[in-house]
């Protein structure tokens, strides 16, 4: 056997080697013919230099008549999205109370600590992130390929059924019927349902890709395709019945759960960055070659990096070094998108005061650049050791899942939707207001909980503690959680009821203009 | 060209990282059927680990006690690092990442008692103080005059004299059984 693990290890080497040597050549025979101009592709003729801003009354006739074709689908979308941002961050939110006062709402089945904590997971993992993901990609996908998505009304059936078994997934683990299984606790046939709607959502955007007549494909599209075309094949294999048991399916999951953040969840929001951030300054990204380098060794170091969540645990030694390793490699792609991004943007920081989308999204690139070289430093054995089975892993989660994706979407949710719904945003103090409570929400969470993780870490190492310390002297940092997750569940009122409004005014736009044409 | 080669590269990718974490360990793993250590649940401790799945135990309790080289969970009682092939035929796995409660890999060595691990179910705070696990009174029912069959809480030992007797609904008991199958697996004779 030990011949036999051996192989694996080096098979993992091996396929690793040759995917870098493969994206090198690649590289330097310029098959792929990327130049400094490829990058001008997302502006029209005599665009550079001006930024575009999300307000309607800016909106250029091209861009406008791109924008309108996915009204239905992205409206549809952005609004449950937003729904079930509401649901579940009230879900965490009570959830996190339940941490220093357990004895709320402790009566209820339904109600208890364990299926409330799923419940949030879910519904924020693959109701807000996933669906308002997959609306904003619909909404970007005709502005890249230039031309209406063919079978565009897949989308609009998509996201109801995503919808549908969404609700359905849900239910069941407020009942108990949780699978049991680690970010898949919705019964199974839910999630096949919800794999088959995001196959339904990838199709227009696959064949609009192999049918666009652009000369080049921006390197957005790249992100999207790939996340498209990762997610059902993902989601797919995590769900498969028991092939697995015991310490292999304990890896199958892990392999899934971090597949689920670093193949579906970043490429998207990393994708929505390289395109509005330029847009929105008007001038190109700072390096397009480095885009290329950026995405292929995502895709290569992600994809492997899932098992350090069993660091220490009973698996083999060397399924978690090529997890650690690949974890480090991480940096590479970190830092290339952390170039492109952070250096397109400094050059008109004063443009981050005017434009609350762009600071959104700037700011949730930074915490990207700090969430990963984070999560590679803390998969080494001598960090680990301490943040492992704390508080802390789920601070660093929620800068992953919140400070980066949440906030690249709400900053794409305000750049777009106007232009989508063709109505400005109502209240443009409620933006500034969301952001706040955003930022600072966040900050108090992560802050709270790296300090109170640590503390509880290093009390569980210390065995002249008992393991009373480890909850007593964290608890402090619990309430912090909770004033942190308060204010963002704030927020995230004020900007749903701000999508409402939004769309409310829309609705009476269109009545409007159907009454003058009688 | 471009088009295409993104989408192959990325499933090609999405393949082989597939090969080798999801695809390898099945291979790695063949136990041979009669070095089988993992005791088969009997029908009563599946439908506690039934339970303890549908309540999210999961979520605060692991169920792997580290090495010493990485924490002192052995000194703590919670017993020795099991090797793989203790977890053979576990489905779905209840590993964990978070340990806001104590580690349950061999609860049922440390801590056999039904009666101590009803109330902790009950109430928490009742035998912990500083507790901060949900009570889980919902998996109990109030009586009167119990049966002969009932498992009655034993409460007034602890100085809690509730109005009518406190008695566990099948789902506790089964948990309790599961809890209690949770024990350290004798280390192999020769190895």
């Known amino acids: 056997m030990n011949a036999a693990i051996f192989n694996f290890a080096t098979l993992s080497g091996l396929l690793t080697m040759i995917g870098i040597l493969v994206t090198a050549l690649a590289f330097y025979s310029q098959a792929w013919k990327l130049t400094q101009t490829s990058g001008l592709s997302i502006f029209a003729q005599g665009e550079v230099g001006q930024g575009e801003s999300a307000a309607v009354t800016s909106q250029k006739a091209h861009w406008r008549s791109l924008d309108i074709l996915s009204q239905a689908s992205v409206s549809f979308g952005v609004l449950t999205s937003s729904f079930w941002l509401v649901i579940g961050s009230l879900a965490g939110f009570t959830s996190s109370i339940k941490l220093h006062h357990p004895e709320v709402f402790g009566n209820t089945a339904e109600l208890t600590f364990g299926r409330l904590r799923s419940f949030h997971l879910n519904a924020v993992g693959y109701g807000w992130l996933s669906i308002a993901g997959v609306s904003l990609v619909v909404w970007l996908m005709p502005r890249l390929v230039r031309e209406r998505l063919p079978f565009a009304s897949f989308n609009f059936a998509g996201i109801g059924l995503w919808n549908l078994c969404l609700t359905a997934g849900l239910t069941g683990i407020l009942l108990g019927h949780s699978s049991g299984i680690e970010w898949l606790e919705m019964p199974r046939l839910a999630n096949f349902g919800i794999a088959l709607a995001g196959g339904m959502v990838a199709t227009p955007v696959l064949l609009s890709v192999l049918t666009a007549k652009v ?3 921006y390197v957005t599209a790249w992100y999207f395709l790939a996340a498209l075309l990762w997610f059902p094949i993902l989601f797919i294999i995590g769900n498969a019945p028991s092939i697995h048991n015991g310490i292999e399916h304990a890896l199958a999951n892990w392999w899934f759960a971090h597949n689920a953040l670093g193949l579906w969840f970043t490429p998207i929001s990393i994708g929505i960055g390289y395109y509005i951030i330029p847009k929105i300054i008007g001038r190109p990204i700072y390096s397009y070659n480095l885009s290329f380098l950026g995405f292929w060794t995502l895709a290569l170091f992600y994809s ?22 690949m974890s480090m490699m991480m940096l590479i792609p970190v830092i290339a998108v952390a170039i492109n991004h952070h250096m397109t943007a400094f050059r008109f920081l004063s443009k981050l005061r005017t434009s609350i989308p762009l600071r959104f999204i700037v ?21 680990s050791r301490i943040s492992h089975f704390t508080h802390y892993t789920v601070g660093h989660a929620h800068l992953g899942a919140y400070g980066f994706v949440s906030f690249v979407l709400f900053g794409a949710i305000y ?18 207001l969301h952001f706040w409570c955003a930022i600072i929400g966040i900050l108090v969470y992560v802050i709270s909980l790296s300090i109170g993780g640590i503390i509880q870490g290093m009390a569980m190492l210390d065995i002249s503690q008992p393991f009373m310390n480890s909850v007593t002297h964290t608890q402090a940092y619990m309430i912090g959680r909770s004033v ?31 009454e003058l044409q009688k | 060209m471009t088009r295409l ?12 990282s597939s090969v080798v974490l999801v695809v390898a360990p099945y291979f790695a793993y063949v136990w041979p059927e009669a070095q089988g250590r993992n005791h088969e649940l009997s029908e009563v401790q599946q439908r ?7 309540m999210g135990c999961v979520y605060c309790h692991s169920q792997q006690p580290r090495n010493p080289g990485y924490g002192p969970d052995t000194a703590r009682g919670w017993g020795y690092q099991p090797s793989a092939q203790d977890y053979a035929g576990q489905y779905p796995h209840q590993l964990g990442t978070s340990r806001t409660g104590p580690d349950l890999y061999n609860i049922g060595d440390r801590n056999p008692s039904i009666q101590w691990n009803l109330i902790h ?10 507790s901060i696990m949900p009570s889980f009174r919902f998996l109990f029912t109030e009586k009167d005059q119990p049966g002969p069959e009932d498992v009655v809480l034993d409460l007034k030992n602890i100085g809690v004299h509730p109005p009518r007797h406190v008695v566990a609904t099948q789902d506790a008991l089964a948990l309790m059984a599961y809890l209690k199958s949770l024990q350290q697996k004798e280390l192999p004779a020769h190895e």
Do not use: C
């Open chain 1, 415 to 432: 750049f777009a939707l106007p232009k989508v719904m063709e109505r400005d945003w109502p209240y443009p103090k409620w933006i500034s």
């Open chain 1, 304 to 325: 492997n990096v899932g098992v350090h969540h069993l660091i220490g645990g009973p698996v083999p030694q060397w399924v978690v070094t090529v997890s650690v390793v």
């Open chain 2, 48 to 54: 506690g680990r039934e339970v303890y799945i549908s």
């Open chain 1, 363 to 383: 700011i949730g690139s930074m915490m990207y650049t700090v969430s990963s070289v984070q999560g590679s430093l803390h998969s080494l054995r001598g960090l």
């Open chain 1, 484 to 514: 942190g997750g308060g204010l963002m569940t704030l927020g995230h009122l004020v900007f749903f009821a701000h999508i409402v409004g939004l769309m409310l005014g829309a609705l009476s736009n269109i009545r409007h203009r159907g």
């Open chain 1, 215 to 217: 000369d080049h494909l």
């Open chain 2, 121 to 130: 179910l009950y109430d928490p705070r009742l035998v912990v103080p500083w």
């Open chain 2, 5 to 16: 080669s993104i989408m192959l590269g990325a499933l090609l990718i999405l393949l082989s």
